[in-house]
T-cell receptor, first 112, second 110 residues
Framework: DVKVTQSSRYLVKRTGEKVFLECVQD?????MFWYRQDPGLGLRLIYF???????EKGDIPEGYSVSREKKERFSLILESASTNQTSMYLC???????????FGQGTRLTVV | AQRVTQPEKLLSVFKGAPVELKCNYS??????LFWYVQYSRQRLQLLLR??SRESIKGFTADLNKGETSFHLKKPFAQEEDSAMYYC????????????FGSGTRLSIRP
């Protein structure tokens, strides 16, 4: 059974803080993704990684960066959190070239 | 540009009635298409994919390349079908990227 685990379920951070969201998968998937989920906007792709140390910008990368030093771990970094980054963040992973993505349980981030 | 459009934010139907969740896409090539579902307090999970041509929980979806649509259908809705449904597209030109629509909340009334 594929497991994608996000380190926190809920986070509250202050404006201007540096925030790290961690995601770990245990199925040796090459591809990993970070999305944000907002009502009425669906899932929007922030960044994805197709292999270790490889990354590509998604549709809304501004204000975010990512790190993939190990195959199983994909980190999303908010360099200086702002209130408009309050959202649900979803991590996903899948095998290269095989369609289905498996999702984590989500991290609800509130920036105050 | 690649895009997935789900025109309905909310769809409310009575139990036992037919359900159709609409999905249209824009992509010049042949994409891989999916429906994902998120039940209350659960993680997002795959419901079905067009290449499998299978029925899951009574749901089916047919890819219509002429109309660039991938509507999700079920002949008789059940209360446990209430959830958020997302249509998604993976361009064959990209090994990695998966693009989601804005989602439709399906509410089944008893």
């Amino acid at each position: 059974d594929v497991k994608v685990t996000q380190s926190s379920r809920y986070l509250v951070k202050r404006t201007g803080e540096k925030v790290f969201l961690e995601c770990v998968q245990d199925m040796d998937h090459e591809n990993m993704f970070w999305y944000r989920q907002d009502p009425g906007l669906g899932l929007r792709l922030i960044y994805f990684s197709y292999d270790v140390k490889m990354k590509e910008k998604g549709d809304i990368p501004e204000g975010y960066s990512v790190s993939r030093e190990k195959k199983e771990r994909f980190s999303l970094i908010l360099e200086s959190a702002s209130t408009n980054q309050t959202s649900m963040y979803l991590c996903a992973s899948r095998f290269q070239g095989k369609g289905e993505a498996f999702f984590g349980q989500g991290t609800r981030l509130t920036v105050v | 540009a690649q895009r997935v459009t789900q025109p309905e934010k909310l769809l409310s139907v009575f139990k036992g009635a037919p359900v159709e969740l609409k999905c249209n896409y824009s992509y010049s090539g042949s994409p891989e298409l999916f429906w994902y579902v998120q039940y209350s307090r659960q993680r997002l999970q795959l419901l079905l994919r067009h290449i499998s041509r299978e029925s899951i929980k009574g749901f089916t979806a047919d890819l219509n390349k002429g109309e660039t649509s991938f509507h999700l259908k079920k002949p008789f809705a059940q209360e446990e079908d209430s959830a958020m449904y997302y249509c998604a597209l993976r361009p064959y030109s990209s090994a990695s990227k998966i693009i989601f629509g804005s989602g439709t909340r399906l509410s089944i009334r008893p």
